[in-house]
């Protein structure tokens, strides 16, 4: 049984370009989270997904960023028209069941805009 | 307000010896306190979880405490190793009109010298 997967592990992209994170949560888990870290801080949620469904997404910008788990693949989280603070390590979680349910993170995508 | 704080921010220890990181908190209404350790380029493992009625788990060198009166936690780490060099974070689960919402403490960074 696969661990969460995220791909890429390293993303370079340049200002203005559109930056697309994949995660792919364990199997039977039907709960998907993204938080942001930035260097030597702590992480910070993003939003959290349930199959097809945004519940909370309290955490994430307004503008350019939007997430989304369908029915089918991988959960997405899609960052548009990328600026160099956009820069960070973004960690997907996903849990079988939200509540007493441990996290089970991915090893991360980092983010590099230049 | 639904907060988390760790303390030390950071801590340097040589190998051998013991150290405890505290968790405070003041999130309620309470459902879970986990701690998480985070290895540099990673993301974060569970290492232990604390229920309301629980005081005290162990998990190998891993010991965590629980004093839900005065809302504390402490992890103690005991003869410490190399590889105990990592992020340990504090994560309490916060259960209200039965959505459950994850507080992160932004951790603490332990750095084990030989």
């Known amino acids: 049984n696969a661990g969460v997967m995220q791909n890429p592990r390293h993303l370079v992209r340049r200002r203005g370009q559109e930056a697309r994170l994949r995660c792919s949560p364990m199997k039977g888990h039907s709960h998907v989270y993204w938080y942001r870290q930035l260097p030597e801080e702590g992480l910070k949620f993003m939003v959290y997904?349930?199959?097809?469904?945004?519940?909370?997404e309290s955490g994430m910008p307004k503008e350019r960023f939007s997430a989304e788990f369908p029915k089918e693949g991988p959960s997405i989280l899609r960052i548009q028209q990328v600026v160099r603070g956009d820069s960070a390590a973004y960690f997907c979680?996903?849990?079988?069941?939200?509540?007493?349910?441990?996290?089970?993170f991915g090893s991360g995508t980092q983010l590099s805009v230049l | 307000k639904n907060q988390v704080e760790q303390s030390p921010q950071s801590l340097i220890i040589l190998e051998g010896k013991n150290c405890t990181l505290q968790c405070n908190y003041t999130v309620s209404p309470f459902s879970n306190l986990r701690w998480y350790k985070q290895d540099t380029g990673r993301g974060p493992v569970s290492l232990t979880i604390?229920?309301?009625?629980?005081n005290t788990k162990s998990n190998g060198r891993y010991t965590a405490t629980l004093d839900a009166d005065t809302k504390q936690s402490s992890l103690h780490i005991t003869a410490s190793q190399l590889s105990d060099s990592a992020s340990y974070i504090c994560v309490v689960t916060r259960k209200s009109s039965g959505t459950y919402k994850y507080i992160f403490g932004t951790g603490t960074r332990l750095k084990v010298l030989a």
């Open positions: 604390m229920t309301f009625s629980e």
């Open positions: 979680a996903s849990s079988q069941d939200r509540g007493n349910e441990k996290l089970f």
């Open positions: 997904l349930q199959k097809e469904n945004i519940i909370d």
